[in-house]
C-alpha cells in the first residue's frame, strides 16, 4: 500500500515537474526577449521626424500589430507607430520610384521639347532664306506673288503641328499654281482668262514644264516630314507613358508588403538593417507587377524610334529637304524658262491660241519687262554646304544621334525597374550580403526564389499577393497607345502616309486612369486593418472593441518573476 502511494506521488512529481520546466523555458525564453533594446529604434524613429515619445521604454508584447506581428513575440512599436511608418513607407516608396524614372522622364521630355524646337525653327529659317532670295532674285514679281510660297510653307507647318493634310497634294497645287503664275507672266501679251489657265494645270503631267523636280521634290518632302512628324509624336508617347505610368498608385497588398519590407525591422529592434536584396526585389516585382506588363510593347516602341531615327539621320533628313528648297523651287523655275517656247506650244495646241492683247506701248514694255526679268532674272548661287545650326543648339545629325543613344538605354525598362530601386543604398542591402539582413522576420538569409517578371509570375510570390484575374486599367490604356505609335512609327520607316494621332479620339473623354482598383494615394479598411491615408502623418488605427491593454512600457505589467512564483505556488499547493 505503501509502495504505490509512493509510486503514485512519484509519477505526480514527475507531470507536475515537467509542466515547471516547460513554464521555466518560456519565462526565460520571455525574459531573454525582453532585453530586446529599444534605444535604436528610438534614435532612428525621432530621425524620421516622429516624437521620440512614441517609443516605449521596454519592449510590448506584439500581438496589436496587423503587419509587423511575429507571433508571441515582442516589439519595439506601438499600433501608432505602425500606421505612421506604414504611411512613411508609402511615401518613401512613391519618392524612390519617382527618382527611379526621374532620368528616363526628362530624357524624353527634354527631347521631345528639344526636336519640336529645332524643327520649328528649321521651318522658320527656311521660310525666311526662300523670301530673302526670292526678293534678292525676282524682285517685285515674287513680292506680288509671294503668296503662293508663303501658303506651301503654311501647309507645311500645319502638317508638322498635327493638321491631317496630304503632303503630295499640297505640293501638287503649289507647282500647279505656280505653272499657271509662270505662264501668265511668259505671256503677258495673250488674254488669259482663269479658265484657260485651268487647263494648263490640268496638262501639268503631260507638259513636265519643271522637269523631274516637282515628283522628286514631292517623295523627299512627304518621307521627311512624315517621318520627322512621327518622330516628335513618337517622343511625345513615350514621355507620356512614363508620366502616366508614373501616377499608379499601389494597390493595398503591396502597401502592407512595403511596409513590412521597410519598416518591420523597426518593430523587432533593428531600424540599422537593411532588408535583404532578393527580399527587395520579391516585394518591387509584386508592386511593379502591371508596369512589367509594358515592357514587350516598350521594347517594339524602342526599335521602331531607333529605326525612324536611321531614316531621319540619312534617307529621310528633314535638313537636306527643308534647307535647300529655294534652290529646288528655283531650279524648278529654271527648268521652265528654258522650256518656255515648247510649253507655249504645247499650251496652244491643248488648251487652244489665246487671243492677243491690243496694248499701248506702255502695256507692251510693261509686259515685256516682266517676261525678260523671268527669262533672265534668275543666276544661281549655291548655298554653303555647312548645314546650318539654328538657335535650338544642334545640327539634325547631332540631335537625332544623341536621342538615338538615350532611347537605347530606355529598353528593358520596366522589368528592371525592380532591380534599379533594390539596388539603391537607402533600400536594400547589397546582393553579396546573404545574411546580415532583414528578410522581413529576422536578420538572416531570404531563403524564397526570385519571382520572374509579369502578373501572371506572381502567382506565388511570398511577399505580395497579387490578382492575377485583373487588368490594370491605366496600363491597358498604355499598351494600347504603345502599340498604336509602333504601327505609325513603322509606316513612316517604309515612307508611307501616317495620320496624327489625336489622343482625345483613342483614349476617349471618359476613360480613367488609375490602378484598377480604389484610387487615391491611401487607401483604408474596416475592422481591425490599419488605416494609410496621405491626408496627414499622423494616422490612426482603426479596431474592434477589445479589453484596454498596456501600451507602453511604463504602465503595470505582469513580470516574468511574478508569473513564476504563480507556477511555483500552484505547483506546491498540489503537491
Known sequence: MNENMAAIGLRKWTSWSGVVLLFINLILEVTTGSNMDCTAVTDAYSAKGFSRRDVPMTALGGEHLKICHHGSGLTCCTGDME??????SH???????????????????????????FFTELLEIARRDFHEMFVKTY??????NSHIFTNLFNDLRNYYKGRNINLLEVLETFFATLLQKMFQLLNAQYVLDQSYLNCVADIMDKLKPFGDVPQKFAIQVKRSFVAARTFVQGLQMGRDVILATGKIEPTKECRKALMKLMYCSYCQGLP???PCNNYCLNTMKGCLAYQAELNHEWNNYIDAMLKVADRLEYSFNIESVVDPMDVKISEAIMNLQENSEKIRVQVFQDCGQPRLHVPSDRRKRKAEQKYEGFAHGWQFQPKDAVRPTTAAGTSLDRLVRDIKEKVKMAKDFWINLPYTLCNNDHLAASPANKS???N???????????????????INNPEVEVDITKSNVLISEQTMLLKIITNKLSNAYHGTDVDYIDMADVLGSGSGSGSGEEEGSGYQENNDDIVFTTATVKTKVVTSPKPTKPSSGTRTQITPVLLLLTVLTVFLHRL
Open 139 to 144: 524682285g517685285l514679281l515674287y513680292q506680288q
Open 91 to 117: 511615401l518613401d516608396y512613391n519618392k524612390l520610384a519617382a527618382n527611379s524614372t526621374s532620368y528616363l522622364r526628362n530624357t524624353f521630355i527634354t527631347r521631345t521639347a528639344k526636336f519640336d524646337e
Open 83 to 88: 500606421s505612421r511608418l506604414g504611411h512613411l
Open 272 to 274: 540599422r538593417t537593411r
Open 436 to 438: 546580415s539582413c532583414w
Open 440 to 458: 522581413g522576420m529576422k536578420q538572416a538569409k531570404y531563403i524564397p526564389d526570385i519571382m520572374k517578371d509579369g502578373v501572371h509570375n506572381q
